[in-house]
């Protein structure tokens, strides 16, 4: 989801559920909150409170600090990795 990269990279910290890529973009506690897709109505409230209480200010720094890992070239960096480290494993062979 790029919201959650978006909203990364804009500082805003996210409540959301266990939506594909939440794990890697929200650190919960740091940069937001990750739910269950079944949660309920109290369930989300009362994590958005947490959040609150728990002072926006300094997930808003860590989610422009995280942000930087999604950028396009850390993207690119880490996908060229990937595919080195596949070369790498099978014998160099291009099959």
Excluded at 15 to 44: C, F, K, M, Q
Excluded at 61 to 78: I, K, Q, Y
């Amino acid at each position: 989801p790029y919201t959650l990269l978006e909203a990364l990279s804009h500082g805003v910290p996210t409540l959301t559920t266990g939506v594909g890529g939440a794990e890697e973009a929200v650190l919960p506690g740091v940069t937001g909150a990750i739910v269950p897709v079944d949660a309920s109505p109290e369930a989300l409230a009362e994590q958005a409170l947490t959040m609150i209480e728990g002072g926006l200010s300094a997930m808003r720094v860590a989610s422009l600090e995280h942000a930087r890992r999604f950028t396009v070239d850390a993207m690119v960096t880490r996908t060229e990795r990937i595919y080195e480290e596949a070369i790498r494993v099978a014998g160099g062979r291009r099959d």
